[in-house]
Every structure is written in structure tokens, then in C-alpha cells.
């Protein structure tokens, strides 16, 4: 039982530590998850009360303290109400795994020849709306297309995106560096201070942002426009320049992720490649 004792005084040393990075790591991640549902007005509001009820119990006002006693209860329902769309964003994006996950690899090359199809689309002024899955799982939204599972590749965009064809009006989505779906159907903004000018392709591409982490880049059919959507903000009329740096800074944890794997499976069967053909030379010689 000594070796028990001395983890156990181990562990007593060690845990304020592991309490103090736990808890960090928690308010840190709920905040970040407010700011993108843009839920930050909700704790605004309660912390407002809490500064209110705590000035009325510092100061000893005792009539204002009876009446925060009787409105509080309603007012937190009241609020619960006003902010359910942002509370159940939270929820979704709590369920959907983003909470934990830390990592996203979207493949190579994707970058380039997404900026030149939607070059090509802006000048002929065709309409298009492409989505980057990141952290969040949108499975859910890549069901409503159509599955693909293809090579991503400009010429495609550009193909899919034609007049008239039967998946020009939905959204492209590219998961894992490959177009797992296209014509899916996205949900359309909640935001009331939204351009009116703004198409229904852009209230898509925003109200996507509002529903997870992915990145949206929008062309406009009316005006040729290139704009992206992420973290609930919509940036309209980005040059081509513009666009690839953002999404650079936006996906590179990604890219370097998967130029790092593929590298790794280069390397192994580089060395497999040598091993084979070192085996073949001596068999050879031995004969």
C-alpha cells in the first residue's frame, strides 16, 4: 500500500494544477463558443443583474434587493427566451463534438483551385456557394445533397455550378479535401440587420457561419462579388487576393496537418520502396 500512498500524495500536489488548466481550458472554450454564436449580449445582460443585485446587497437596499428577488427568476426566463436561437446554437455545437475537437486536415491544393473557379464564375457572373467543413460536423447538411466524393479540382466547381443545371442552386460542400456534396440546402440567416440587398445565398452562407465553424465563400450571380462567411459575419466584395489569404489563415492548423501526414506516408514508402529494392539486388547477387 506504499506505493498507493505516494500517488496518492502525487496526485495531491499535481491537482490544483490539473483543477486550475481544466477550468481554464473550459472558460476558454466557452468563450469561444459564445463569441461565435454571438450569445456574448446574454452574458452581458446577466452580468449586468449580478452587478446590480450586488450593488444593492453591498449599499443594503433593501427595497431594491426585494425587488430583484421577485423579478429575477422571471427575468432569466425572459432572457432564456429573447437569446433561444443563440442558447440552442450553443447546444448544437456542444453535441456536434466542437467543444473537444482540436484538429481539421483539408487536403492540398484545395486553396488554389477553389480561388480560380471562383474567378471564373465572378467574370461570367454564375452564382455559387461553396462550404468548408472545419471542427463542426455538418453531416446533416452534407445528407441534403447530393454525394459525390470526387477530387476537388476547378473545372468541377465551375461544372457544377452552370445555369440550369440541377445542383446550381444548393452549396458545395468540401470535407477532408474532397467535394463530399453538392446541391445541399443550408439554413438561412436569424440576424434582423442583414442587408436587404443580400440575396438568398447569402443569408445561406451567413446562417451556415451562425450553425457551426465552417467557412462559406459566396458568388454573387447579380454582382460577380466573392465574399466569405465565418464565425457569423459575412465580409462582402473581397478581392481574389483577399480571399486566398483569409482562407489561408483560416485552414493552415489544417494544412499543415495533412502536408505533415502525407509527408509521413511519402517518407514510409520511400523507405519500403528501398527495402524492396535492396532486397531484389541481393537475391539477385546470391544466385
Known amino acids: 500500500m506504499a506505493w498507493y500512498q505516494r500517488i496518492a500524495e502525487l496526485y495531491n500536489h499535481f491537482r490544483p494544477v490539473l483543477d486550475v488548466v481544466l477550468l481554464a481550458f473550459l472558460l476558454y472554450k466557452a468563450y469561444d463558443l459564445l463569441v461565435k454564436t454571438q450569445a456574448v449580449q446574454l452574458v452581458k445582460g446577466a452580468g449586468f443583474l449580478a452587478l446590480i443585485f450586488g450593488i444593492a446587497y453591498l449599499f443594503k437596499l433593501t427595497t431594491l434587493q426585494w425587488l430583484l428577488n421577485i423579478l429575477a427568476p422571471g427575468l432569466f426566463v425572459a432572457m432564456a427566451i429573447v437569446f433561444q436561437p443563440e442558447l440552442r446554437k450553443i447546444i448544437i455545437r ?21 480561388i480560380t473557379a471562383a474567378e471564373m464564375l465572378s467574370q461570367q457572373r454564375r452564382g455559387a456557394l461553396v462550404v468548408f467543413s472545419r471542427k463542426v460536423n455538418i453531416r446533416n447538411i452534407i445528407e441534403t445533397g447530393t454525394r459525390l466524393n470526387a477530387d476537388l479540382s476547378s473545372s468541377l466547381i465551375v461544372t457544377i455550378f452552370v445555369f440550369d443545371g440541377p445542383l446550381h442552386d444548393g452549396a458545395l460542400v468540401i470535407q477532408g479535401g474532397r467535394i463530399a456534396s453538392a446541391g445541399c440546402l443550408l439554413p438561412l440567416s436569424e440576424q434582423q440587420d442583414i ?24 458568388v454573387s450571380e447579380e454582382t460577380g462579388a466573392i465574399s466569405l462567411a465565418y464565425e457569423s459575419k459575412l465580409y462582402y466584395d473581397l478581392s481574389a487576393l483577399e480571399v486566398q489569404r483569409k482562407l489561408k489563415e483560416l485552414l493552415d492548423r489544417e494544412t499543415r496537418g495533412r502536408a505533415e501526414g502525407e509527408a509521413a506516408v511519402r517518407a514510409d514508402y520511400a523507405g519500403e520502396e528501398k527495402a524492396d529494392i535492396g532486397a531484389g539486388e541481393n537475391g539477385f547477387t546470391g544466385q
Request: glycine residues 12%; proline residues 2%; positive net charge.
Open 195 to 218: 442587408q436587404k440587398s443580400f440575396g438568398t445565398r447569402h443569408r445561406a452562407a451567413l446562417g451556415m457561419s451562425e450553425q457551426s465553424d465552417a467557412v462559406i465563400l459566396v
Open 94 to 114: 456542444i453535441g456536434q463534438g466542437e467543444f473537444f475537437r482540436l484538429d481539421y486536415k483539408p487536403r492540398l491544393g484545395q486553396l488554389e483551385a477553389l
